[in-house]
């Protein structure tokens, strides 16, 4: 075991440089308040998403959050737990939770990177944009269920709605 961490440490950059890389060519503030976490923010259609990487070098993992601003009233988790429910059925990588302390629902996935030679631009972007297109079609199904009273059921339709066709 400590053979195969030490190979690993050798040859395995902090996939968070890169991420300060990518977010400086778009143009994204970020702030990187230690070497093992990075934080930056992203103006999407709806609202303003923070997101938030994780380094954790220890088990190779590469823990990303990309929180909506939009806070979850009390009265509401019950229905908003069960929108979610509906909507990481649907997901094929990351899955939508809240964070109970700040009532925000958040998009999260977690990289595992031991055994490979470390994070590519290809899988850090990759990661940036179904975050990001995930949390912008799922938006105003949670806006829905919080300010509409609209049922989940009823929210996640609305959000799944496709139209066929052009204009």
Known sequence: MTLA??????????PLDLMEQIAGGHGWSFDRSTDDDLSLEVLGHWCDYRMYFSWHFDVGALLFACAFDLKVPERKRTEVAMLQSLINEKMLVGHFDLWSEEGMPVFRHANLLRGS???SVEQLEDLLDIALTECERF?????FVIWAGKTPEEAIQAAILETAGEA
């Open 5 to 14: 961490l030490d190979m690993f440490e050798e040859n395995f950059a902090n």
């Open 117 to 119: 030679q470390g994070a």
């Open 139 to 143: 938006y105003p199904a949670f806006q």
